[in-house]
């Protein structure tokens, strides 16, 4: 057989990769997951300065992506935009986070409510491939990983439920869940959701909306008093 080399136009590939557009909705989508993606490890704090040049630059967006970007986590309420000083991370407080507790708590029991009758096998599928990721990655000392596949375990029942503008409501609210977490960064953490998400997804196979609901009250109550806890007693920092 002949061989064929890389830059020859045997090999040459039919559609070549385009660069990517530095306007438009996917610039903008580039940002928002870059801003995010620090935030969730914490890479960028609370309070840390958001430069535009060097978003525009690592995500190969304009200076009018970006704002756009901010703009968006702005409204999230991932972002504080200040005259003068620019983009900064938020810095939750301790009321902020009772209050996107106690909305997460409403929101998510409606969700549940919803989603306990008409639970089909694919949406349950769903909810305990995740589970089982989340417990394995615990199991595996991965810590990150596992909250990052327990706060999917919530945004994908609030998906299944079928309402539309409550699951995108909740995609925001569970967003900002790393900055409620930051003041622990560092230091070791035994919460776990993974029984807690065992009991919600067994009631919602029963049909139990109820069940399911109070489960996920119970976790979240525990968790906002961790996360009070933690600002309190933020303990000594450092690399995880």
């Known amino acids: 057989m002949s061989e064929t080399f890389p830059h020859s136009p045997m090999h040459r590939p039919a559609h070549p990769p385009q660069p990517r557009e530095k306007s438009g909705a996917d610039a903008e989508e580039r940002v928002v997951r870059l801003v995010m993606a620090g935030i969730a490890r914490h890479d ?9 040049r060097e978003l525009s630059e690592a995500a190969n967006a304009s200076r009018q992506s ?9 409204r999230a309420g991932l972002v504080d935009l200040t005259p003068n000083r620019g983009a900064t991370v938020t810095q939750c407080s301790p009321e902020t986070t009772r209050e996107i507790m106690q909305a997460r708590i409403i929101n998510e029991g409606a969700a549940l409510r919803m989603l306990a009758g008409r639970m089909d096998d694919a949406g349950s599928d769903r909810l305990m491939d995740l589970l089982r990721r989340e417990a394995a990655a615990y199991d595996e000392g991965q810590v990150t990983e596992a909250r990052h596949v327990s706060r999917q375990f919530h945004i994908a029942f609030t998906e299944l439920a079928g309402n539309a503008t409550i699951a995108r409501f909740m995609r925001e609210l569970i967003d900002c869940q790393p900055l409620l977490a930051a003041s622990a960064h560092g230091r070791p953490s035994s919460f776990s959701g993974v029984i807690a998400h065992t009991k919600t997804l067994a009631a919602l196979q029963q049909g139990d909306g109820p069940a399911a609901e109070a ?14 806890r933690e600002m309190q007693d933020p303990g000594p920092s450092g690399p995880t």
């Open 66 to 74: 970006v704002r756009k970007a901010l703009l968006r986590l702005s």
């Open 44 to 52: 960028t704090p609370p309070g840390h300065r958001l430069v535009e």
């Open 215 to 228: 489960a996920n009250t119970e976790l979240l109550r525990a968790l906002e008093r961790e996360f009070l």
